[in-house]
DNA sequence: GGCCTTGTGTCCGATTTCGTACACCGGATT
DNA sequence: AATCCGGTGTACGAAATCGGACACAAGGCC
């Protein structure tokens, strides 16, 4: 039953208690996911994980944080600290108190909604032009979306009740969270639209061309049935397609890491919403 | 050719210049896109018009401005003027220009995502609770859906250099802006999740029962080409389950108009959407 | 009354996607 | 080297949906 395979799968009773959860079959790869709680600010303490921060990027790799005027980003520099996620983590899980703002140095998250009988699929994916959590800034408390990390990655951490505190006396800082909602908000729309009208083939070329961008890479880390899930698709479906674009030479793949070849191939035999994401999140930044 | 028909057929050369579109099956309806121009507040010249007071309703009939704190209020009144929409209208073409704010007072419109091929689906509504164009005061301009009339209906209209105004010196009045987006957000989410995961028969359900909500009745006056668009499937499509669901007791329809007969019984046809939807809007506002 | 137009019903084969079961394969573990 | 397990390939019937063609029916209009 997909209930059991999405929903017992994804959260167990041990993911309740670990704030950085990770999926069942990530669950052998390197536990990477410890907080560096680094501040930005190079005290003599952080001398010694500064061979990190090369590793984990720096909060100015967010473009958002990058944005902002010089003193608004110095008023949420003391709070920010930098923490590297694993794979597979869920940051955020639907339905709870969103405590913390998370702006990623690289790597990709994904937005999910979460129906009752436990299947979640991908509304928005969130990178380093990005934010999530934003809106607690802003008033608004509880998540309704699940935020899953899709590839090892990076972010600078900020406690909602010290951004609260900062949007409250900064327009640049509330008009970013403002702003980027927007991008969401347009993604979300692209989505649904994209999931009624497109094939299993075409979404799965645009997710691939998406997190290539994300990972700034021609290689994805990621299996068949993590995409599956993202698409709101059987397992098998992915397979299908995956070795359909891979014999017309786009893409090639093999246990849980997916090259892509040819990029203009895949963007033919990808949708439009490829392009119209970019597009209009160019339009709205 | 699905192209044609839905673009084609849905912006002709008339429609550009005419800012209260029709759908080309309305045209032999009666044309009742007159806007009124009736401030709220009733000056003697506006004694004529309060017989269609009645008709088009007030602007407090609308729940957001009707949240307002009594200043704030009183600050956009001025610029109001309430209009009355004809079903089928385009109130806002996706691409355009944002010039005004509409505040329905009752009825309902749809927000369609518009795909480069002219395909056109439905990714929000919006009834007497809510806003369109309300971001066009914060900095966004052009809109990137197309906005439809789902129903006969009123609404307060403001131009939007001067919603732009008041917002920019009054919190209530951007607040309810921003709130209302993740609204928005919120519903997009939800029906990116319910195209790719739920049939053409829950979805249907799930339609007439927000729609049923948003026109206060029992009656849907809609053909099932309409609401093919909007769920973005075939018109046939919904012929089947429309017979269906009729068959099993909960509808009755002929010729444009869908009656409710046993609400329950379309409430258990439908998905939970309907219940998240409804249960979303109410934590976010 | 006859004629259109619009809305609905139905039928057809084609295609996509599903649900499920099971085989296989490669890298990691032991 | 043997084993295990996560990731992949494949096969099959069933169901949903599509695309398109065409017939029918209700109501307005002449």
């Known amino acids: 039953m997909i209930c059991k395979r999405a929903y017992d799968g994804y959260r167990t009773d041990n993911d309740r208690a670990d704030p950085y959860k990770t999926f069942p079959q990530d669950a052998s790869r390197s536990a990477l996911a410890d907080a560096c709680g680094t501040s930005a600010r190079p005290t003599g303490r952080d001398i010694a994980v500064s061979m990190q921060v090369s590793k984990v990027g720096l909060p100015l790799d967010n473009k958002l944080l990058a944005s902002l005027p010089r003193g608004d980003f110095a008023r949420l520099l003391p709070h920010i600290s930098t923490i590297a996620l694993q794979q597979g983590a869920v940051l955020i899980e639907a339905g709870d108190e969103v405590d ?21 699929i991908e509304t928005a994916t969130v990178g380093r032009e990005g934010v999530v959590g934003a809106m607690a800034g802003l008033g608004l408390y509880k998540s309704l979306v699940r935020v899953v990390v899709q590839m090892p990655m990076a972010a600078s951490k900020i406690a909602a009740t010290h951004f609260r505190t900062v949007a409250a006396s900064s327009d640049p800082v509330r008009n970013l969270a403002i702003r980027y909602n927007e991008v969401l908000l347009s993604q979300a729309r692209i989505t649904a639209a994209c ?29 068949q049935e993590f995409l599956a899930e993202m698409l709101g698709v059987r397992r098998t479906s992915v397979t299908e397609v995956a070795s359909k674009v891979q014999n017309a030479g786009a893409i090639t793949y093999s246990r849980g890491v997916i090259r892509i070849i040819d990029r203009a191939a895949l963007t033919r035999m990808s949708c439009e919403c490829y392009e119209t994401l970019v597009e209009q999140s160019a339009t709205l930044s």
């Not at 140095?105 to 436990?118: E, F, I, K, T, W």
Request: glycine share 4%.
């Open 100 to 120: 913390h703002v998370y702006f990623p140095h690289y790597g990709m998250l994904s937005l999910l909604a979460v129906l009752r009988d436990g299947k979640a």
């Open 195 to 223: 999931n009624a009208l497109h094939s299993i083939e075409a979404r799965f070329c645009r997710w691939l061309l998406q997190c290539a961008d994300r990972a700034a890479s021609t290689t994805v880390p990621l299996t």
